[in-house]
């Protein structure tokens, strides 16, 4: 079975690969011997502290045994996500599998969102994957292969309060994943959508400074087992939504949420 997931010959352009959630599937996907466009925002790596994280991921990749490019561009830009599908695709000579992961969140109370908050999210949380999508699909129709994974969240099924406008876009965005996914999985175009529950990621490092109020959370929101879960725990479910194995999967919200999206009892 492993000839399934073997990702050999792939080249995949994942967005946000520089840090927690991105790189750990870009880090797999090269394990599974795709070649990797990694993309990131250099203003959001120095703001997380992490200035030559990009670089990094793409050694990282190389060191594997395989191809890697980074590739630059700010997703908040009208024609961000083209810019970046643009530069993957010369990089690495086209684009067989794209991973929409970058994103943003914003926490404010709903009656303080501002219009700039909104303008914002709406810009890298939707608009950039349009762009993407109507870069990568018209290319991968043709060749008559491709996979498409968005990234979403529990907040999907169980937004938070201050979480409005972003858990908004990811069901906007999952809603755009099942109407395409209609439409080109007669062509061999798997798009599907991965909806992660609570992972410890760079985003909210800040939460997890006082450890006795992280493991509230974690007991509050990761139910019911009880921790939040660690990047590179999504990475099998991408593999399986990214090669030969999801030949038959079209239109999926998979939750990896160690069952915390499932009514509560």
Known sequence: MSQWFSMAGRRALVTGASMSIGRSIALGFADHGASIAVHHCAAADARAGLPDAG???????????????????????????????????????????????????????????????????????????????QAALPA?????WG????????????????????????????NLCI??????????VMINNLSPGLVATERNRWRREDAEAWRGIQAAVAAPIGRAAQPDEMVGA???????AASYIA?????????????RV
């Not at 239109?251 to 009514?263: E, F, I, K, N, S």
């Open 238 to 244: 991408a593999v399986l939504l990214c090669s030969e």
């Open 251 to 263: 239109g999926v919200d998979l939750m990896v949420t160690a069952g915390a999206h499932l009514p």
């Open 55 to 133: 670089g990094a991921i793409v050694e990282e990749v190389r060191a594997r045994g395989v191809d890697a490019c980074l590739v630059e561009a700010d997703l908040e830009l009208d024609g961000g996500g083209r810019r970046a599908f643009d530069l993957a695709s010369a990089g690495l000579g086209g684009i067989d599998v794209l991973v929409v992961c970058a994103s943003i969140q914003i926490r404010t109370p709903f009656s303080q969102v501002t219009s700039a908050e909104i303008d914002r999210q709406v810009g890298i949380d939707f608009r950039a994957t349009v762009e993407l999508l």
């Open 147 to 174: 996979r498409v994974l968005t990234i979403g969240s529990i907040n999907q099924l169980r937004p938070e309060p201050d979480l409005a406008i972003y858990a908004a876009l990811k069901s906007a965005q999952h």
């Open 179 to 188: 109407n395409l996914a209609r439409e080109y999985a007669p062509f061999n």
């Open 140 to 144: 991968m129709k043709e060749r008559g």
